[in-house]
């Protein structure tokens, strides 16, 4: 919850202020520079807790799933998830400022934005990777707290919500209790305890899966703004079949445009009805529309980021010679890895377990000795949730690295606007712009 009004505050903040308020430059105070200083102040806090729990013995009393170190690399593999975190940030922190140095010069000030917030994205993902961590930890040394969803913060949320429906009589609370009577203990059993774990497991992933929507919906507007900013040059030039195709290719642009938003804003929507659908236990939800909640936007995720990503791919098939300019490969290929990040991966990783038990128990057994693909076909539920948020950690470092090559702060086509418009100026006087120039150069803007 503290992440999600964290992002909505910083959303508020760019909005009104941007990088400049009343006239006066941001320098730390800029959002971007406050995202990072908000993600480091929430890692902090994650790797204090994440430490502390691992530190304590595992309460394989209670289940023998909590025996989480079974698989002997997997211990090692967690503990140096957070150093691939802590790493990611620095890149993404320092690469961002080197778009914003060019933001305070004035130099494309929109494409720089937008770039800045497609590089955050592996900070964001892997910081809330890493706090997802946290509540498996607690489930399997017995740390998980009864009131966590009832009461967060010490605010019975689920009171307050009835009384704003029954303002002058006596609330009839709604039962959210975990199943047997555990609501007065200070810790609960196994089965109700990884309930609470994994909801808040799945409730980090929200908040990462939010800001990726975000991302590409920005990778989107950024590809389609360069596209057609490559048309209108073509229709300024002296060349008139150029001028003519350039011409019905900005006619046909705005439809392509729909289409291509098609299974974005599906993956946008589904995200923010995830988000929306968070805070479900904390106004009354009871533990069987949480189960029925995570496991409907788990399909509809998957389905929603494989229509992403294969838009994705449409865009760059169908316009490479367009943003060519603009050195397309590693761009498209960072945000494709991105995107299949939320869901994709996860996906594959279930599938690949339901297929090895629906396996003749012999080939089960042959599956079990291949070295890594035995170990994932045969992890717990309690070392999946541990494993998919490391991987994701050491693929967002990567994701942070390809970034510097990607989106380099200085290349050229940041900057054609004011390129452009400095050439459209003639030393004597101001020269007529030709009429298909002019439409063009309209529509560019509308």
Not at 223 to 250: G, H, P, T, Y
Request: aromatic share 12%; net charge negative.
């Amino acid at each position: 919850m503290l992440m999600y009004g964290g992002l909505l505050v910083l959303a508020v903040w760019r909005s009104l202020c941007f990088y400049r308020c009343c006239g006066v430059w941001l320098s730390i105070l800029n959002y971007t520079s406050l995202l990072y200083v908000f993600l480091v102040a929430a890692l902090s806090y994650t790797l204090v807790m994440f430490y502390n729990c691992i530190q304590q013995p595992l309460a394989t009393d209670l289940d023998p799933s909590a025996n989480i170190w079974s698989i002997g690399w997997l211990r090692p593999f967690v503990m140096a998830a957070p150093a691939a975190v802590c790493t990611t940030i620095v890149l993404n922190w320092f690469q961002t400022e080197g778009h914003v140095f060019e933001i305070h010069k004035d130099i494309g000030i929109v494409k720089h934005d937008r770039a800045v917030q497609i590089i955050a994205l592996p900070a964001v993902f892997a910081v809330m990777a890493m706090a997802s961590m946290v509540p498996i930890l607690e489930l399997v040394t017995n740390n998980i707290n009864s009131e966590m969803l009832e009461t967060p913060f010490g605010i019975n949320v689920q009171d307050r919500v009835q009384h704003l429906f029954h303002p002058h009589g006596e609330a009839q609370l709604i039962d959210v209790s975990l199943p047997g009577n555990f609501s007065n203990q200070t810790h609960l059993r196994w089965e109700p305890a990884k309930q609470v774990a994994l909801w808040r497991y799945e409730t980090c992933f929200f908040v990462g899966d939010l800001f990726e929507a975000w991302a590409l919906y920005q990778f989107g507007k950024l590809s389609l703004e360069l596209i057609k900013e490559n048309f209108v040059k073509q229709a300024a030039s002296d060349v008139e079949v150029e001028q003519r195709a350039a011409r019905d290719l900005l006619a046909s642009h705005s439809a392509v445009t729909s289409l291509t938003w098609l299974g974005t804003i599906t993956f946008v929507v589904v995200c923010v009805g995830q988000t929306a659908c968070s805070l479900w236990p904390y106004i009354g939800g009871s533990t069987e529309g949480r189960e029925n909640i995570m496991l409907q936007f788990q399909v509809a995720g998957f389905v929603a980021s494989g229509a992403a990503i294969y838009n994705v791919f449409i865009v760059e098939r169908a316009y490479h010679e367009h943003l060519s300019h603009a050195s397309p490969i590693l761009k498209f290929l960072s945000v494709k890895i991105l995107v299949s990040l939320s869901f994709f991966q996860r996906g594959l990783l279930v599938l690949m377990q339901t297929t090895n038990r629906l396996l003749p128990e012999v080939l089960q057994k042959i599956v079990r000795y291949v070295p890594l693909v035995g170990d994932l076909a045969n992890m717990t539920e309690v070392q999946i949730h541990l494993f998919y948020p490391s991987l994701l950690m050491f693929e967002c470092l990567l994701s942070a690295i390809m970034h510097l090559w990607a989106w380099n702060p200085r290349e050229a086509w940041y900057n054609d606007d004011d390129v452009e418009e400095s050439e459209r100026q003639p030393l004597l006087g101001k020269k007529p712009e030709k009429p298909e120039v002019q439409e063009a150069q309209e529509s560019l803007y509308t």
